[in-house]
Protein backbone atom coordinates (compact mmCIF):
# COMPACT_ATOMS: atom_id res chain seq x y z
CA UNK A 1 0.00 0.00 0.00
CA UNK A 2 1.29 3.81 -0.65
CA UNK A 3 0.86 6.48 0.87
CA UNK A 4 -1.64 7.52 -2.06
CA UNK A 5 -3.54 4.39 -1.54
CA UNK A 6 -3.77 5.00 2.63
CA UNK A 7 -5.05 8.91 1.39
CA UNK A 8 -7.83 7.58 -1.13
CA UNK A 9 -8.95 4.58 1.65
CA UNK A 10 -8.98 7.02 4.89
CA UNK A 11 -11.08 9.73 2.72
CA UNK A 12 -13.47 6.89 1.52
CA UNK A 13 -13.77 6.41 4.95
CA UNK A 14 -14.25 9.78 6.21
CA UNK A 15 -16.85 10.16 3.40
CA UNK A 16 -19.15 7.44 3.98
CA UNK A 17 -19.32 7.72 7.68
CA UNK A 18 -22.83 9.68 8.80
CA UNK A 19 -20.75 11.41 11.40
CA UNK A 20 -18.91 13.72 8.74
CA UNK A 21 -21.88 14.12 6.67
CA UNK A 22 -24.32 15.10 9.59
CA UNK A 23 -21.15 17.80 10.93
CA UNK A 24 -21.37 19.70 7.67
CA UNK A 25 -24.92 19.74 7.41
CA UNK A 26 -25.21 21.10 10.88
CA UNK A 27 -22.86 23.31 10.80
CA UNK A 28 -23.16 24.84 7.07
CA UNK A 29 -27.00 25.27 8.22
CA UNK A 30 -25.52 27.09 11.29
CA UNK A 31 -23.37 28.94 9.56
CA UNK A 32 -25.92 30.14 6.82
CA UNK A 33 -28.22 31.17 9.37
CA UNK A 34 -25.44 33.42 10.90
CA UNK A 35 -24.65 35.13 7.26
CA UNK A 36 -28.24 36.09 6.95
CA UNK A 37 -28.19 37.98 10.31
CA UNK A 38 -25.07 39.46 9.72
CA UNK A 39 -26.09 40.59 6.21
CA UNK A 40 -29.59 41.80 7.78
CA UNK A 41 -27.77 43.71 10.81
CA UNK A 42 -25.27 45.10 7.86
CA UNK A 43 -28.11 45.79 5.81
CA UNK A 44 -29.91 47.79 8.43
CA UNK A 45 -27.04 50.22 9.43
CA UNK A 46 -26.39 51.51 6.11
CA UNK A 47 -27.37 54.92 7.01
CA UNK A 48 -25.38 55.15 9.94
CA UNK A 49 -22.46 53.55 8.18
CA UNK A 50 -23.21 56.00 5.27
CA UNK A 51 -21.94 59.19 7.51
CA UNK A 52 -18.95 57.61 8.21
CA UNK A 53 -15.90 57.96 6.31
CA UNK A 54 -13.70 55.38 6.34
CA UNK A 55 -16.51 53.34 8.55
CA UNK A 56 -16.36 49.15 8.40
CA UNK A 57 -17.79 47.94 5.11
CA UNK A 58 -19.06 44.38 3.99
CA UNK A 59 -16.15 42.54 4.74
CA UNK A 60 -15.57 43.71 8.40
CA UNK A 61 -19.21 43.43 9.22
CA UNK A 62 -20.51 40.11 7.44
CA UNK A 63 -17.44 38.36 5.63
CA UNK A 64 -14.51 38.49 8.20
CA UNK A 65 -17.34 37.88 11.50
CA UNK A 66 -18.87 34.71 9.47
CA UNK A 67 -15.56 33.15 10.03
CA UNK A 68 -15.19 33.53 13.66
CA UNK A 69 -16.86 35.55 16.50
CA UNK A 70 -14.81 34.98 19.97
CA UNK A 71 -11.96 36.70 18.10
CA UNK A 72 -13.43 39.57 16.04
CA UNK A 73 -15.83 40.19 18.83
CA UNK A 74 -18.93 39.31 17.24
CA UNK A 75 -22.35 39.82 18.83
CA UNK A 76 -23.54 36.65 16.59
CA UNK A 77 -22.13 33.48 18.53
CA UNK A 78 -20.61 30.57 16.59
CA UNK A 79 -17.92 31.40 13.59
CA UNK A 80 -16.28 28.82 11.85
CA UNK A 81 -13.35 28.90 13.87
CA UNK A 82 -15.61 28.29 16.91
CA UNK A 83 -16.86 25.47 15.51
CA UNK A 84 -13.88 24.35 13.92
CA UNK A 85 -12.81 23.96 18.06
CA UNK A 86 -15.83 21.26 18.29
CA UNK A 87 -15.88 19.62 14.72
CA UNK A 88 -12.42 19.09 13.85
CA UNK A 89 -11.75 16.81 17.44
CA UNK A 90 -15.19 15.12 16.41
CA UNK A 91 -13.73 14.41 12.93
CA UNK A 92 -10.24 13.15 14.38
CA UNK A 93 -11.37 10.92 17.36
CA UNK A 94 -11.41 7.75 14.99
CA UNK A 95 -8.58 8.17 13.15
CA UNK A 96 -5.71 5.98 14.72
CA UNK A 97 -7.97 5.61 17.86
CA UNK A 98 -11.11 3.61 16.30
CA UNK A 99 -8.41 1.60 14.42
CA UNK A 100 -6.41 0.63 17.85
CA UNK A 101 -10.59 -0.29 19.54
CA UNK A 102 -11.46 -2.28 16.91
CA UNK A 103 -8.01 -4.49 16.67
CA UNK A 104 -7.08 -3.37 13.59
CA UNK A 105 -3.97 -1.34 13.96
CA UNK A 106 -1.65 -3.98 14.33
CA UNK A 107 -2.80 -5.00 10.28
CA UNK A 108 -2.37 -1.64 9.37
CA UNK A 109 1.31 -1.51 11.22
CA UNK A 110 1.63 -4.56 9.21
CA UNK A 111 0.50 -2.99 5.63
CA UNK A 112 4.34 -2.39 4.57
CA UNK A 113 3.57 1.84 5.38
CA UNK A 114 5.79 3.39 7.41
CA UNK A 115 4.44 5.63 10.60
CA UNK A 116 5.31 8.71 8.97
CA UNK A 117 3.32 7.40 5.82
CA UNK A 118 0.07 6.47 7.90
CA UNK A 119 -0.01 9.76 9.95
CA UNK A 120 -0.07 12.03 6.76
CA UNK A 121 -2.41 9.95 4.64
CA UNK A 122 -4.64 10.15 7.49
CA UNK A 123 -3.92 13.81 8.19
CA UNK A 124 -4.36 14.88 4.24
CA UNK A 125 -7.37 13.26 4.29
CA UNK A 126 -8.92 15.19 7.09
CA UNK A 127 -7.38 18.36 5.69
CA UNK A 128 -9.44 17.17 2.55
CA UNK A 129 -12.60 17.08 4.01
CA UNK A 130 -11.98 20.53 6.00
CA UNK A 131 -10.95 22.51 2.94
CA UNK A 132 -14.43 21.39 1.30
CA UNK A 133 -15.75 23.31 4.35
CA UNK A 134 -13.78 26.43 4.01
CA UNK A 135 -14.58 27.07 1.04
CA UNK A 136 -18.49 25.86 1.09
CA UNK A 137 -18.74 28.62 4.02
CA UNK A 138 -16.61 31.13 2.17
CA UNK A 139 -19.25 30.56 -0.51
CA UNK A 140 -21.62 32.87 1.49
CA UNK A 141 -19.76 36.06 1.69
CA UNK A 142 -18.38 35.03 -1.91
CA UNK A 143 -21.82 34.79 -3.55
CA UNK A 144 -22.60 38.82 -3.25
CA UNK A 145 -18.93 39.81 -4.37
CA UNK A 146 -20.41 41.34 -7.89
CA UNK A 147 -22.75 43.70 -5.53
CA UNK A 148 -20.26 44.79 -2.90
CA UNK A 149 -17.21 46.30 -1.86
CA UNK A 150 -15.14 43.64 -1.04
CA UNK A 151 -11.98 43.65 0.48
CA UNK A 152 -10.21 40.68 -1.31
CA UNK A 153 -6.93 41.46 0.99
CA UNK A 154 -8.54 41.00 4.11
CA UNK A 155 -10.81 38.18 3.18
CA UNK A 156 -7.76 36.16 1.76
CA UNK A 157 -5.52 36.70 5.40
CA UNK A 158 -8.78 35.77 7.25
CA UNK A 159 -9.16 32.24 4.87
CA UNK A 160 -5.53 31.89 5.16
CA UNK A 161 -6.14 32.03 9.29
CA UNK A 162 -8.92 29.69 9.09
CA UNK A 163 -7.16 27.37 6.86
CA UNK A 164 -3.69 27.13 9.49
CA UNK A 165 -6.20 26.61 12.54
CA UNK A 166 -7.97 23.58 10.48
CA UNK A 167 -4.44 22.05 10.36
CA UNK A 168 -3.34 23.08 13.46
CA UNK A 169 -6.47 21.64 14.52
CA UNK A 170 -6.25 18.54 12.58
CA UNK A 171 -2.69 17.52 13.51
CA UNK A 172 -3.88 17.53 17.36
CA UNK A 173 -7.10 15.76 16.65
CA UNK A 174 -4.82 13.08 14.80
CA UNK A 175 -2.05 13.28 17.88
CA UNK A 176 -4.53 12.29 20.62
CA UNK A 177 -6.43 9.84 18.17
CA UNK A 178 -2.80 7.93 18.06
CA UNK A 179 -2.18 8.30 22.05
CA UNK A 180 -5.74 7.68 22.91
CA UNK A 181 -7.17 4.13 23.36
CA UNK A 182 -10.91 5.10 22.58
CA UNK A 183 -12.15 7.71 19.93
CA UNK A 184 -14.42 9.40 23.17
CA UNK A 185 -11.07 10.50 24.86
CA UNK A 186 -9.01 11.17 21.72
CA UNK A 187 -12.41 13.66 21.53
CA UNK A 188 -12.11 14.79 24.73
CA UNK A 189 -8.20 15.52 24.71
CA UNK A 190 -8.09 17.28 21.65
CA UNK A 191 -10.71 19.58 22.70
CA UNK A 192 -9.01 20.45 26.20
CA UNK A 193 -6.11 21.03 24.07
CA UNK A 194 -7.25 23.52 21.82
CA UNK A 195 -9.48 25.25 24.58
CA UNK A 196 -6.51 25.66 26.45
CA UNK A 197 -4.65 27.12 23.76
CA UNK A 198 -7.18 29.75 23.49
CA UNK A 199 -7.69 29.98 27.03
CA UNK A 200 -3.87 30.19 28.32
CA UNK A 201 -3.76 33.88 28.42
CA UNK A 202 -6.64 35.08 29.61
CA UNK A 203 -5.32 35.18 33.56
CA UNK A 204 -2.32 37.60 32.26
CA UNK A 205 -4.44 39.85 30.19
CA UNK A 206 -7.05 40.09 33.69
CA UNK A 207 -3.40 41.08 35.13
CA UNK A 208 -2.56 43.81 32.64
CA UNK A 209 0.32 41.62 31.19
CA UNK A 210 0.23 42.08 27.73
CA UNK A 211 3.64 40.45 26.28
CA UNK A 212 5.61 37.50 27.07
CA UNK A 213 5.89 33.82 26.47
CA UNK A 214 2.30 32.53 28.19
CA UNK A 215 1.36 35.43 25.02
CA UNK A 216 3.07 33.80 22.40
CA UNK A 217 1.61 30.19 22.99
CA UNK A 218 -1.94 31.29 23.07
CA UNK A 219 -4.16 30.73 19.93
CA UNK A 220 -5.70 34.33 19.56
CA UNK A 221 -2.17 36.26 19.52
CA UNK A 222 -1.67 34.69 16.40
CA UNK A 223 -5.19 34.48 14.78
CA UNK A 224 -6.70 37.77 16.16
CA UNK A 225 -4.04 39.87 13.08
CA UNK A 226 -4.70 37.42 10.28
CA UNK A 227 -8.24 38.20 10.86
CA UNK A 228 -7.70 41.66 10.87
CA UNK A 229 -6.31 41.51 7.82
CA UNK A 230 -2.40 41.61 9.28
CA UNK A 231 -0.04 38.45 7.59
CA UNK A 232 3.10 37.74 9.61
CA UNK A 233 5.58 35.10 9.32
CA UNK A 234 5.98 34.86 12.93
CA UNK A 235 2.27 33.89 13.10
CA UNK A 236 2.01 31.75 10.45
CA UNK A 237 5.31 29.70 11.54
CA UNK A 238 3.85 29.61 14.71
CA UNK A 239 0.67 27.64 13.59
CA UNK A 240 3.11 25.21 11.53
CA UNK A 241 5.36 24.59 14.36
CA UNK A 242 2.27 23.44 16.69
CA UNK A 243 0.99 21.15 13.51
CA UNK A 244 4.69 19.49 12.72
CA UNK A 245 5.33 19.14 16.63
CA UNK A 246 1.87 16.97 16.38
CA UNK A 247 2.37 15.29 13.47
CA UNK A 248 6.02 13.89 14.83
CA UNK A 249 3.88 12.85 17.98
CA UNK A 250 1.94 11.08 16.52
CA UNK A 251 4.39 9.00 14.19
CA UNK A 252 6.46 8.49 17.13
CA UNK A 253 3.38 6.88 18.82
CA UNK A 254 2.57 4.81 16.31
CA UNK A 255 6.04 3.68 15.43
CA UNK A 256 6.69 2.46 19.28
CA UNK A 257 3.53 0.66 18.71
CA UNK A 258 4.90 -1.00 15.88
CA UNK A 259 8.06 -2.12 17.81
CA UNK A 260 6.31 -3.54 20.98
CA UNK A 261 3.96 -5.31 18.23
Same mark, same amino acid.
Given at each position: ????A?????????????? $?W????????E??? &??V????????????????????G???????????????????????????????????????????????L?L????????????????L *?????????????????L?? $?H???L????? *??? /???????L???????????????????AA? $????????????N??A???????????????????E??????? $?T??V?????????A???A? &??? /??D????
Amino acid at each position: MSALAMVRLESRRLFVRPL $AWVLGALTLGELAW &RFVLLLGNFLAAQVKLAALPAGPGYTDLVAVPLLSSLFTGGLVPFGLAELALLVVPLLTMSSVAGERSNGTLPLLLASGLSPARIVLGKYL *AVLGWLALWLALALAMPLSL $AHGTALDWGKL *AAA /ALGLALLLALLAAIGLACSSFASHPAIAAT $ASLVITLTLCCVNLGAQAAGVDNGAIHWLALGTHLEPLLRGLV $ATDDVLWFVLLAALALVLAI &RRL /ASDRERG
